[in-house]
């Protein structure tokens, strides 16, 4: 089993800031491609940022210049650091992985997601 947990989620005004962690736990193997998804209420989950193993990154274009992904392969670990914050990135943020367990099967992982509202 491996399992993602992210932390650092909140109530942040707009044109704050917030600094997301995810970290993977578990029988890995290796991690392929990491990213943060998010769902607002009423619409569906979207890719916000993605960072595969070789660090190439991808973003939606409403967060490009405002977020960085970035990751950690030492630590299974994968941060959004968000900045210039609006309303309208209200949402659930979810961390992804797809990952090699020690058993060498493929699995595309979800944390339990976290939170992130901006208002004033």
């Known amino acids: 089993q491996v399992q993602l947990v992210e932390s650092g989620g909140g109530l942040v005004q707009p044109g704050g800031s917030l600094r997301l962690s995810c970290v993977a736990s578990?029988?890995?193997?290796?991690?392929?491609?990491m990213g943060w998804y998010r769902q607002a209420p009423g619409n569906q989950r979207a890719l916000v940022a993605r960072?595969?193993?070789?660090?190439?990154?991808n973003y939606v274009d409403s967060v490009k210049g405002r977020f960085t992904i970035a990751r950690d392969n030492a630590k299974n670990t994968v941060y959004l650091q968000m900045n210039s914050l609006k309303a309208d990135d209200t949402a659930v943020y979810y961390c992804?992985?797809?990952?090699?367990?020690?058993?060498?099967?493929?699995?595309?992982?979800w944390g339990p997601g976290i939170q992130v509202s901006v208002s004033s």
């Open positions: 578990g029988n890995i193997f290796r991690i392929y491609a």
């Open positions: 992804n992985a797809d990952v090699q367990t020690t058993w060498m099967r493929r699995e595309d992982v």
């Open positions: 960072i595969t193993s070789g660090d190439t990154t």
